[in-house]
């Protein structure tokens, strides 16, 4: 079980924005790439750190040195789109590509991370802080979180022989209320579609909704058996997202805003003339 390296992804990468109309975001690049190599659960659940699949990591890098060879580029908004070059080009060799960046800037894929991994460097660290608190207090977190979020009436009743559910509570939307059972693992691999069928099998028939709040990251199996037709659906919150939740509800998370000053020398200047 390992995930191709980065450079064995350069062609798959572009062949995925090609079949996807030239456009794509970085989730839908992950999924056609893995799709167009055949790779398998197993060979993209593999962690690299925090809540980053290796696969996920190698991406990103393969995704770095096409940018910086001109076939690729992406948008503030995480779009990743081919150029003219890109639309020229069926394929490249790789081994012409890390030469021609490796020559003009010596990056390699050992050293400083690509851009967008280096963004999720805080996600890293906040995600493996919370896979080191004992699994007691991750349940007290998620029993928090529920509650800055709105839910009421939350409950950690983790049992044995409990079927792995940990809690439950009401959500609160307008008039109507809805029980909410949940789940909370800290998980250092990835959640396979087994893990979400026996909370399926533990919720159903017990409350209206079912949530599922690992620290790890789901499988695209994962994904779609959450939501698979006939079979009451499930709310996923990965790591990624349980550490954006964390931030936005400040809890163990500081945010420090940077006051940045400009002096507008133009208004200076009309002042002076207006007042001479």
Known sequence: MAAPAYDKLFN?????????????????????????????DRDLSQIHKGNRTKFSYNLAWARTYLKKFGV??????????????????????????KRAIKGSDETDAGAD?????????WEDELLETVKSISPKAFERLAQRILRESGFVQVEVTGRSGDGGIDGKGVIRLNLLSFHVHFQCKRY????????????RGAMVG???????????????????EANRDGAPPLELIDGEELARMLKNLNLGVKTTMVESVTIDRQWFAEFDRANS
């Open 188 to 199: 250092r691999d990835s959640v396979t579609p087994e893990k979400v069928r026996d909370f």
């Open 12 to 40: 798959p990468l572009l062949l995925a924005v090609r079949e996807l109309g030239g456009s794509a975001s970085i989730e839908e690049l992950e999924e056609k790439t893995a799709s167009i190599m055949q790779l398998s």
């Open 206 to 224: 017990r409350s209206d909704k079912g949530l599922f709040i690992p620290t790890g990251r789901f499988t695209a199996e994962a994904k779609r």
């Open 72 to 97: 690729l580029d992406n948008s503030e908004r995480g779009v990743w789109s081919l150029t003219n070059k890109g639309q020229q080009a069926e394929t490249v060799d790789p081994a012409e590509v």
């Open 113 to 121: 991370a690509p851009e967008e991994a280096a963004q999720l460097t």
